[in-house]
């Protein structure tokens, strides 16, 4: 009785397809998952900038974004050390930037501007910006433990662990294929 090995060439379409198969998932995955993402709107820009040691007290704190925010849902504080917010009145939001007063006379300190918004998209986005009056240190966070960055980073770690398990799972799969074509049955 002849022991056919099966010819090379079907065992290396098999690898290929499986190969294809989950490059195919794996963009699918990161195209329907880290795309949307990262399309939120991003601060692109702020007086006072980050950890900006301005000489004199500012009157206002300005944020521009890449897109226009939405009115509702903004949210901005300015705090000194002992957490007390030295904004002066509601932030005005012009298209794609936001102004918020700040009381006269800040004294040289640092500070540290806590902001949230609605994004174009309707998700909401949040930052800090440190910054000081005079040659004080910029504040780098509050006791109020502000949420940091905004959501769809998070979910990066489970796209990247839901490729690795799919070419797992593509290898093992290719390599139980591979195994069952390249054995000969027993009888
Ligand atoms: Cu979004």
């Known amino acids: 009785m002849p022991v ?17 198969f989950s490059a195919g998932l794996a963009a699918l995955l990161i195209f329907t998952v880290a795309g949307p993402a990262s399309a ?15 000489s004199t007290a500012p009157t206002s704190v300005v944020l521009t974004y890449s897109a226009a925010i939405l009115h509702e849902g903004a949210e901005i504080v300015v705090l000194d050390a002992s957490g007390k917010d030295w904004t002066d009145g509601d932030p005005a939001i012009d298209t794609n930037t936001l102004t918020v007063p700040v009381a006269s006379g800040m004294p040289e300190a640092g500070y ?14 949040s930052g800090t910006i440190p910054f000081a009056v005079g040659d004080a240190t910029p504040l780098q966070s509050s006791q109020a433990t502000p949420d940091a960055g905004g959501d769809g980073i998070s979910v990066v770690p489970f796209v990247v662990g839901g490729i690795v398990v799919v070419v797992v799972v593509a290898v093992v799969v290719a390599i139980a294929v591979a195994r069952r074509r390249t054995t000969p049955p027993r009888d």
Do not use: Y
Request: glycine share 4%.
């Open 4 to 20: 056919a090995s099966p010819p090379p060439t079907s065992v290396r379409s098999a690898w290929s397809r499986i190969a294809a």
């Open 40 to 54: 939120h709107d991003e601060l692109l820009g702020s007086t006072p900038s980050p950890n900006e040691q301005l």
């Open 112 to 125: 540290l501007v806590e902001w949230r918004v609605v994004s174009s998209d309707g998700h909401p986005i």
